[in-house]
């Protein structure tokens, strides 16, 4: 008896990801999950440098201002409720002094620009098509920082709009490095503060616009992975949500990351994961006689792990 409709995925042959692989992340919430997997795993990544981006217009102003090494000033900040702000970032970024701030900016510039360079795999994930745009600014914001609503109008991007931030991303990607392996996807997290209607409104001209966009990119190396259709229709009970019965739960996490897994990580990496992860729940273990003959040997053997993981990928490390 078949009690669940299954997503059918179909497995990457190339460019698979590995632990040579280097990783950047963007977009919304959901990204931050996949994201955290690949941090717990040790893989080389860059998650959400500029914080949570939820529409298309956040994300292609972040890669565009990378690419054309453009530079924070103060012109682009603002004091609001005690700290400095930026338009363009969450915040999470935000700071009482207004040089820390333009100093954090312009880095996480660098290393989004250094990111979009040297990536392998770069992975977008977006969350809605509702934006806020600055009425005295007339520009685009990634976060409102609370202030006054008056000060914006608030816009749903037709599906047009969305291919045309789409397409300048990729194209954005591509003058810098041709060779990244791009891989869409939607986030499963309804943002039902805009309405109920008002979301599936929403995620519908996501849909339409990158599906329109993978079309006309069919020979490139632009993916889509069905994280949305996978928390929907093969999880489609409400046990799978966080309390707020609005984002996934942890067990919906490690479902779709296990199948993000099936299609995205090379057999080899999966080795070495198996390697990571035994040393990580080695690290949470906590004895009973931390003195004892046994919790030494216990510590040598974990030891000996890292060091010959160490061997392999130089660059991994194990934060105690």
């Not at 040790?42 to 998650?47: G, R």
């Not at 970032?89 to 989004?112: F, G, R």
């Not at 291919?163 to 194209?171: E, T, V, Y």
């Not at 591509?174 to 060779?179: A, D, K």
Request: glycine share 2%.
């Amino acid at each position: 008896m078949k009690l669940q409709t299954q997503i059918p995925l179909q497995q990457q042959s190339e460019n698979l990801i590995d632990y040579q692989s280097k990783i950047l992340l963007l977009g919304s919430c959901f990204v931050e999950n996949i994201g955290g997997k690949l941090e717990y795993f040790k893989f080389q990544n860059l998650i959400n440098p500029f914080g949570i981006m939820f529409h298309p217009l956040a994300i292609e102003n972040l890669i565009f201002k990378s690419v054309e090494k453009k530079e924070y000033t103060e012109r682009d900040i603002f004091f609001h409720n005690e700290q400095w702000h930026c338009y363009d970032a969450h915040s999470k970024l935000s700071d009482v002094s207004k040089d820390n701030l333009l100093k954090e900016l312009n880095q996480q510039l660098d290393l989004t620009r250094n990111y979009i360079m040297d990536s392998s795999h770069i992975i977008i994930t977006l969350g809605t098509s509702w934006v806020y745009k600055h009425i005295e600014q007339n520009s685009y914001v990634a976060n409102c920082h609370k202030i006054s609503q008056k000060e914006f109008s608030k816009e749903l991007l037709t599906v047009d709009e969305i291919s045309q931030s789409l397409n300048a991303i990729i194209n954005l990607i591509s003058t810098v490095n041709s060779g990244a392996t791009i891989i869409l996807t939607v986030s499963p997290v309804r943002h039902l503060r805009d309405g109920f209607i008002e979301n599936t409104q929403s995620k519908s001209h996501l849909f339409s616009a990158l599906h329109s966009v993978l079309s006309h990119r069919a020979q490139s190396r632009c993916h889509y992975f069905p994280s949305f259709e996978i928390m929907l229709d093969e999880l489609r009970d409400y046990r799978f949500y966080a309390e707020d019965m609005i984002h996934p739960n942890a067990t919906a996490i490690n479902y779709i990351w296990e199948k993000f897994q099936q299609v995205w990580i090379s057999p080899l990496a999966k080795e070495s994961m198996d390697d990571v992860d035994d040393i990580q729940k080695g690290l949470l273990h906590k004895a009973f006689s931390p003195n004892s003959e046994g919790h030494q040997k216990f510590l040598a053997v974990l030891d000996a792990k890292k060091r010959n993981l160490k061997a392999l990928y130089k660059y991994i490390s194990f934060d105690e």
